[in-house]
Structure formats: C-alpha cells, structure tokens
C-alpha cells in the first residue's frame, strides 16, 4: 500500500474536519487555466475537497483517485458528477494524454515511490499539460502554526516523512517536465474548538508518542481558554509542465 497509514479509520474525522484551503484552489484554478472543457485529475483526492469544488466552480470533467473505499464513499456525497476511482498512485488507471491538469494535495509524503507516481503524471496528462503537487517545504513545517508549536516533536517527524523542494524538482525534470515554477500561499484563521486537532484529523498526529500528543493537547486547551489561537496555513505548490 503506497501510504503509511490507514485512511479508511480516518475518513469520518477527515470528512468533518479538513476543508478547502481557499488560496489552494485559488492557484489551481488560475495556474491550471480550466475551462468547461478541461479535463482534471486529483491524485489522491480523500474526501474530495478540491476535485469536488473545481467540478461545481469550473464545470469541466473531473475525476479523483483514492486507496481509501471509505474516503471516496464520502467524497461521492459531496459531488456526484464526479468521477472517483479506487487506485493508487504508482498506477493510474487511465490512458496516456487523458488529461490537462493532474493535481495532488497533501500526498506526496505518504507515497514511498514518489518517482514512480511522477513518472506516471507525467503519462498521462496531455501534451502541454500541467502538473502540481501541493506540498510543504522545510521552512514550512518548522513554522506551522499551531502544529509545530504545541507539538515541536512533529518537527523531526516531518522533516523526515516530506521530500525535499529541490528533490520533487528534480524527479519532475528527471520524467521531462518543463517550465517548473512555486508558488507560496498562506491563509490565517483562528481556531476557536481545537476537537479537530483532538480527534487527530491531521496525519501528522498519529505519528506522535501519546505522551507528546496529550502534553500538546492539554497545552492547546489552556491558552484557548484565554482566547482563540491563531493559525496560519501554508503551501507550496510545485508546478511544472509536461
């Protein structure tokens, strides 16, 4: 199995808690140029945030693929006209030159052959096609708030678990994409209920010793209790072109 932990017990937490990054889908559709007439994959779709709200802002064909049955089983309530398939990866069911846009958000962590899952991105998407991976970088990971402040055991945990920038670039060029840029986004909200973060809708979470997990947690409820905490969500996003 390409991840590193079971997503079907997860599913119920990620429906209810992991939402659209709005400045994600902003560089998605406008990086992506989509039209009604593109066509557009999501590697790794989970519930289906993205790839459903692209098919309800955009109109074009879209389709997601998860490992999880229960993942896309919730994603197929959220939209219907959505294509969704159970696969993996390093295996992308569809033919060579399907698609404009192929796209994955928090993924490329957990795969372990990343260069075989570029490898086939780059197969499949049509001549001139755009590939994303929305990712973190080092920076990123030491910063994010609150994560890496109430739980910095994480730090090393997730330095170890992403690729680095510089890497993912290389494997892109390596299969022969082109014109590689990044883009940085950032949204700040503040997290008002932290049941989120105790039900561990975040991967991250359960990689943690449950000593550190609770020490974070009680941590998290004391100075909410003195008002809301601030949190600031970045991306990366990795484009190159095929």
């Avoid at 089983?73 to 993996?88: D, F, M, P, T």
């Avoid at 991967?203 to 004391?222: D, K, N, T």
Wanted: net charge neutral; hydrophobic share 40%.
């Amino acid at each position: 199995m390409p991840y590193d932990m079971d997503y079907d017990k997860l599913a119920i937490e990620y429906a209810r808690h992991r939402m659209v990054h709005p400045e994600v889908l902003r560089d998605l559709l406008i990086t992506g140029f989509l039209t009604p007439l593109s066509r557009v994959l999501d590697v790794g779709c989970g519930t289906g945030n993205y790839i459903v709200t692209i098919e309800s802002i955009v109109g074009c064909l879209c389709c997601g693929l998860d490992p999880s049955a229960k993942m896309l089983q919730s994603a197929q309530k959220r939209g219907r006209a959505v294509n969704l398939h159970l696969g993996e990866a390093i295996r992308l069911g569809f033919a060579s030159n399907s698609f404009d846009m192929l796209f994955s958000v928090d993924v490329i962590h957990h795969l372990l052959e990343r260069q075989r899952y570029i490898s086939e991105a780059y197969r499949v998407l049509k001549p001139k096609g755009k590939f994303c991976t929305v990712t973190d970088s080092d920076w990123i990971i030491r910063n994010r708030q609150p994560l890496s402040n109430y739980f910095p055991e994480l730090v090393d945990i997730e330095l170890r678990r992403y690729p680095r920038i510089a890497q993912l670039r290389a494997w892109m060029e390596g299969v022969g994409f082109h014109d590689m840029v990044e883009h940085t986004v950032e949204f700040t909200d503040d997290v008002l209920d932290i049941q989120e973060y105790r039900e561990r809708a975040y991967s991250a979470l359960h990689l943690l010793p449950e000593e550190a997990f609770q020490r974070g947690i009680a941590r998290m409820e004391r100075d909410l209790q003195r008002g809301p905490l601030r949190r600031v969500s970045r991306y990366i996003l990795v484009w190159g072109v095929k």
